[in-house]
């Protein structure tokens, strides 16, 4: 298995520009989950889905941040208009039910 | 109050030395604790994974869990310079949703 792969892996992005992230979970994991991780913050949880279906989006920081899961082999973390304070290393996981995460590689976002 | 304390670090031990990473946590409903082990520019990956109080064991790796003191542990024994990176407890609920401590900055010299 190719393990969750995340695209693309460094993003450079003008503050007021829209910024797509994009996942491919593991197959057959029914759990998806995206964080981000900064130095002062550490690891947060941004939102996560059950079987494509979002169960968890308190950790959206607000309305600029988007997520979805239109099937079971791809989502989506869009931001629009992003901004300075955003710049951050974007993680997706993926899990089966009660086994623990699979995280992908990361996206590295710095918005100028 | 985070729901989960971890001390960042960083901690610098010799090659070989007994390591002991610690986590306290405040939710009295957490019943599965995980440990991850992150290199420098990677994503985390599972590293140890323990369901309730007690203790496990994986070759140089011990994972503790006290529940009644809401207290989590992970020991590195003969520690390598190979073992270098960050871990982080990341205890959760019924639920699936894991709550990640600061990650503590481990560094093993040669």
């Known amino acids: 298995d190719a393990g969750v792969i995340q695209s693309p892996r460094h993003e450079v992005t003008e503050m007021g520009q829209e910024v797509t992230l994009r996942c491919k979970p593991i197959?057959?994991?029914?759990?998806l989950f995206w964080y981000r991780q900064t130095m002062m913050r550490g690891l947060e949880l941004l939102i996560y889905?059950?079987?494509?279906?979002?169960?968890?989006d308190s950790g959206m920081p607000e309305d600029r941040f988007s997520a979805k899961m239109p099937n079971a082999s791809f989502s989506t973390l869009k931001i629009q208009p992003s901004e300075p304070r955003d710049s951050a290393v974007y993680f997706c996981?993926?899990?089966?039910?009660?086994?623990?995460?699979?995280f992908g590689s990361g996206t590295r976002l710095t918005v100028v | 109050q985070k729901e989960v304390e971890q001390d960042p670090g960083p901690l610098s031990v010799p090659e070989g030395a007994i390591v002991s990473l610690n986590c306290t946590y405040s939710?009295?409903?957490?019943?599965?604790f995980m440990w991850y082990r992150q290199y420098s520019r990677k994503g985390p990956e599972l590293l140890m994974y323990?369901?309730?109080?007690g203790n496990k064991e994986d070759g140089r790796f011990t994972a503790q869990v006290d529940k009644s003191s809401k207290y989590i542990s992970l020991f590195i024994r003969d520690s390598q310079p190979s073992d270098s990176a960050t871990y982080l407890c990341?205890?959760?609920?019924?639920?699936?949703?894991?709550?990640f401590g600061q990650g503590t900055r481990l560094t093993i010299n040669p």
């Open positions: 996981a993926s899990s089966l039910s009660e086994k623990g995460y699979t």
């Open positions: 197959s057959g994991h029914d759990y």
């Open positions: 889905f059950n079987n494509n279906v979002p169960i968890d």
């Open positions: 939710n009295s409903a957490f019943q599965y």
């Open positions: 323990t369901y309730s109080s």
């Open positions: 990341a205890p959760r609920g019924g639920a699936q949703k894991l709550v």
